[in-house]
Structure formats: C-alpha cells, structure tokens
Nanobody
Framework: QVQLVESGGGLVQAGGSLRLSCAASGRSFRNYNMGWFRQAPGKEREFVAAVSWSGGTYYADSVKGRFSISRDNAKNTVSLEMNSLKPEDTAVYYC????????????????WGQGTQVTVSS
C-alpha cells in the first residue's frame, strides 16, 4: 500500500511561483503513475499534471507552460513546480498514485494524499 503526504502549499501573489511536494511510502513507488489534481471551492476535482512510471509527463491545458511535474524515485517524491500563478489556480492540490492509472482520470487512482492549500492573490 502507498501512503502520500503533500506539502509546500501556501499564499502567493499572482505571477509568483510555488513548489509542491508529495512524499510517498512503499517499495513499489517507482512502478506507479503519479498525478496531481486540484479542487477549488464549489468546483469539481480536476486534473493538473501527471508523470508515468516511465517518466512521461502530461498536463492540463490550463497549466501547460506554467507547471512542471517531476519525480525522484530515489527519494520517493513527486514535485509540482508552479510558475506564473494566477488567482484561478487557487485550490486544494492533491497527490495521487496508482500502478495502472490513466494519467488524467481521477477515478483510476487508488491512493491519495490529504491535500495542500494553494491560494493565489490578485
């Protein structure tokens, strides 16, 4: 079983940057697809970015060119570098993992972190 803990959220001004981190436990980490999702108040959970076990990366159109996902298998961590942040990026960000997940489908991920709040002020 995989346990995930997000960190790095906080308050930042529009145009600023923030880095989120997801620490994972479990010996099978390197074989898991990893994803970041977010949920804003009153809105549905949405896909943000994902990195496959083989290193392929995928991004939602809303964050392409601004966010970057990466993984460090030696440290069992996944990071989300967020640049040029906008107020509409404000949400709770969740880290997710699964051995056979479709990169952008939340329903295919079986392991989730507790979430970390990101607030972008205008």
């Amino acid at each position: 079983q995989v346990q995930l803990v997000e960190s790095g959220g906080g308050l930042v001004q529009a145009g600023g940057s923030l880095r989120l981190s997801c620490a994972a436990s479990g010996r099978s980490f390197r074989n898991y697809n990893m994803g970041w999702f977010r949920q804003a108040p009153g809105k549905e959970r949405e896909f943000v970015a994902a990195v496959s076990w083989s290193g392929g990366t995928y991004y939602a159109d809303s964050v392409k060119g601004r966010f970057s996902i990466s993984r460090d298998n030696a440290k069992n961590t996944v990071s989300l570098e967020m640049n040029s942040l906008k107020p509409e990026d404000t949400a709770v960000y969740y880290c997710a993992a699964d051995s056979r997940a479709r990169y952008d489908d939340a329903k295919t991920y079986h392991y989730w972190g507790q979430g970390t709040q990101v607030t972008v002020s205008s």
